[in-house]
């Protein structure tokens, strides 16, 4: 069976941090790429940042630039978000996703790349 459980989230004043987490289980997480995506109340659930299974490579949403850090250890089955200089806008539940690494392209912004998603964490940021 197949888990991603995301941890990490809470309740953090504007311009201050937090590091989500995703735990898999059930795959061989060293031959997936992950992402994390977003969706706040009443909004698509949009694209915040993808690796490859590697990790040599990494990609990030507009917003997420400069602010947003995502790595992996797969030693751990793990892959982590590390949010800085978080906005109120940033509020939302965010979720983590595995798509397995076929080698055909894949899109790490799309929801389409991937197979598995955990059940989300809420991220609170009161101004």
């Known amino acids: 069976q197949v888990q991603l459980v995301e941890s990490g989230g809470g309740l953090v004043q504007a311009g201050g941090s937090l590091r989500l987490s995703c735990a898999g289980s059930?795959?061989?997480?060293?031959?997936?790429?992950m992402g994390w995506f977003r969706q706040a109340p009443g909004k698509e659930r949009e694209f915040v940042a993808a690796?490859?299974?590697?990790?040599?490579?990494?990609y990030y949403a507009d917003f997420a630039k400069g602010r947003f850090t995502i790595s992996r250890d797969n030693a751990k089955n793990t892959v982590y978000l590390q949010m800085n200089s978080l906005k109120p806008e940033d509020t939302a539940v965010y979720y983590c996703?595995?798509?397995?690494?076929?080698?055909?392209?894949?899109?790490?912004?799309?929801?389409?790349?991937?197979?598995?998603w955990g059940q989300g964490t809420q991220v609170t940021v009161s101004s």
């Open positions: 996703a595995a798509g397995v690494s076929s080698g055909s392209t894949w899109y790490p912004d799309s929801r389409r790349g991937y197979d598995y």
């Open positions: 059930g795959i061989d997480f060293s031959r997936y790429h």
């Open positions: 690796i490859r299974w590697s990790g040599l490579s990494t």
